[in-house]
């Protein structure tokens, strides 16, 4: 469908705004406070706020937007709003024109008017050339993409952004330390703990940065200990200035690595050292970690991160597809953003997808091609499976009654049965260990933690037994 948004044409210049113009400022106040008042406060977030005032001549108003999507996106979803407050700001001679604003430096703006959104060249964009690239070790093992401007706020990761930045921006000197962000996969987590980590370099070069993922944490430190070297270890994370501990629920159940991690947490502490965490869940669900920490992890401040809402995603996958220089229509968008709603990540494995299909068939990005490529992703995701299909179907394989699941029993093949479901079960479900265990007989948790080491032991082992898992795994989840 085309939309020509008669009234309110697009003009693409070349060059951003420089400064204000005074006129073109206080219209534009009055206008956006009016669609602040009867829009959403997230909507106008997202569209208005980013908008630039750039003239107001003879009733005309012009404004600056940063893509033609957000042009299409605006006209397509708001053109009533804005036309009743345009209308009852400047009466019915009022005008809003768009231009297309971008970062490149041009003293003779070229001006053209167009009708038709479609023709529209892609806007050149530049990087800003902040100080990241300065050759800073520190920056090491940081993604250079996960910086704080790249991290589209919406309200269920406002409040950890925030806390993030002030923290980035005073390491160890607010009242957030430790602080904790817990929240689902795919939703930011990393992301934030490493813009922490880039804001602190950028703003003190030589302070010392330490990110790791507590698996990494606890192979290091294993790997240490074999080697004798747990002195140099534990020295090694006794004098960072900011340590960023992403996943701590890797920590369960690993008592050594805890008892060490418990030392590092209490010398950095005291020295008014900046912790950063990051689990799945609430401290207080982390079964199999030692009480001391928990009650550790809550000193600071904790905060969650839930799915971002639909706007958000919208404008996650709209920022995205700006950096990949990718212009999608706002019908493809709305069709992943309606339909990948959990997990950012997957959001933008679809996205990817998405773009290595036009780019490889050469063929536009459509709605049609994106019902295409993203066909079997659409339909598998969130597949939620229940506990007793797992036991039935692993019970079918190993010829055993499924209730022997549940029961005391030791013997072979009930045992291995038995752990090979519990390890299904915590990686199919969603459930925790406790929960699991829960299920097969009030086991402990530390039971059900052993059966899925097991099993990951096995399937690496042993190639076999790797695809009888897997075979298993697409049984249970086609079944029903
Ligand atoms: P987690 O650590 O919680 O599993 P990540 O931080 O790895 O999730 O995020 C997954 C992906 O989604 C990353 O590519 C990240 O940049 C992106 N992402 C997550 N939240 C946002 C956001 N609010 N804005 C932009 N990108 C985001
Ligand atoms: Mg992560």
Not at 88 to 101: A, K, R
Not at 122 to 137: A, E, L, V
Not at 309 to 315: E, N, Q, S
Request: one cysteine or more.
């Amino acid at each position: 469908m085309q939309k020509t948004f008669n009234n309110r044409p697009l003009i693409t210049r070349s060059n951003a705004v420089s400064g204000i113009d005074e006129a073109a400022g206080e219209a534009w106040a009055i206008i956006a406070a009016s669609l602040k008042n009867s829009l959403p406060e997230q909507a106008f977030h997202t569209w208005f706020k980013p908008i630039i005032p750039v003239e107001f001549q003879d009733g005309t108003l012009t404004i600056q937007v940063p893509s033609k999507f957000y042009y299409e996106w605006i006209e397509g979803h708001y053109a009533p709003q804005i036309e009743r407050v345009l209308d009852e700001t400047f009466g019915s001679e009022g005008q809003l024109v768009y231009v297309i604003g971008t970062k490149v430096k041009d003293p003779e703006p070229e001006k053209i008017i167009i009708n038709e959104p479609k023709i529209i060249k892609k806007p050149t964009h530049t990087i800003p050339q902040n100080s990241t690239n300065r050759s800073n070790g520190n920056l090491f093992g940081l993604n250079p993409r996960y910086k704080f401007d790249t991290f589209i706020e919406g309200p269920q990761n406002q409040f950890a952004r925030a806390a993030s930045q002030a923290v980035g921006n005073a390491p160890g000197r607010t009242a957030y330390n430790p602080m904790l962000i817990y929240g689902g996969v795919g939703l930011g987590k990393t992301h934030l703990l490493q813009a922490i980590g880039r804001e602190v370099l950028e703003q003190q070069p030589k302070a010392v940065v330490k990110y790791i993922s507590s698996e990494r944490f606890t192979q290091d430190f294993v790997e240490s200990i074999k080697s004798n070297k747990a002195n140099e270890f534990s020295a090694k994370y006794r004098v960072v200035d900011v340590l960023l501990m992403d996943d701590v629920q890797f920590l369960v159940g690993r008592e050594r690595t805890q008892m060490e991690f418990f030392h590092t947490f209490n010398t950095l502490h005291q020295l008014g050292k900046q912790i950063v965490l990051s689990s799945d869940k609430p401290p207080r669900e982390l079964d199999g970690l030692d009480e001391r920490l928990i009650s550790r992890f809550g000193w600071g401040l904790v905060c969650d991160i839930a799915p971002p809402d639909y706007d958000t995603r919208i404008a996650i996958i709209q920022k995205f597809s700006e950096s990949e220089k990718v212009f999608l229509d706002s019908d493809v968008i709305e069709y992943i953003a309606g339909n990948f709603t959990k997990n950012i990540r997957e959001m933008q494995g679809a996205l990817v997808r998405l773009m290595a299909h036009a780019s490889l068939t050469g063929s536009e990005v459509t709605i049609e091609l994106a019902k295409k490529a993203l066909r079997d992703l659409v339909g598998n995701r969130e597949i939620r499976v229940a506990i007793d299909d797992i036991k039935i179907a692993v019970a079918n394989h190993y010829n055993v009654a499924p209730d022997l699941l549940m029961a005391k029993v030791r013997t072979q093949p009930i045992a291995k049965a038995r752990m090979v479901a519990m390890a299904l079960g915590v990686r199919l479900t969603g459930l925790s260990l406790k929960q699991v265990g829960a299920q097969f007989g009030k086991r402990d948790h530390t039971t059900v933690l052993h059966a899925r080491d097991k099993v990951i032991q096995w399937e690496r082992e042993d190639d076999n037994f790797a695809y009888i898992l897997e075979k298993l795994t697409e049984n249970i989840e086609n079944s029903e």
